[in-house]
């Protein structure tokens, strides 16, 4: 049995997961299945965008911390555009002006 370090929940660490996690990383896992699916990948954050001016193409997500990114629509993966409110992953790169949002993937969209 393992402890999850985020929500504390005990879980078992299947023989299968054993050898694929070992496979992969080579490690335990820190985190239960469920943290896991909800946590964003390596790498990754997420948060929600904050407005997107359909017509020029770019906006601002508002990340977990506070702060804001400049996305534009050429670092969209699978979606054509954003509306403020939606759930946003995304990978964090320097740009010209200071960092961006680029491969932004839309988790849930905003009603």
Partial sequence: MLRCERCGV???WTTEDQRQQTAESGGQPTHCPGC???LPASGRERGVVKWYNERKKYGFVTRTAG???FAHRSNFDGT???HPGDLVEYAVEEG???PMAVAVRRLTISE
């Fill in 80 to 82: 054509d555009r954003l």
């Fill in 10 to 12: 005990s879980f078992l």
């Fill in 36 to 38: 896991r699916l909800l």
């Fill in 67 to 69: 702060s804001e990114l």
């Fill in 96 to 98: 010209e002006k200071g």
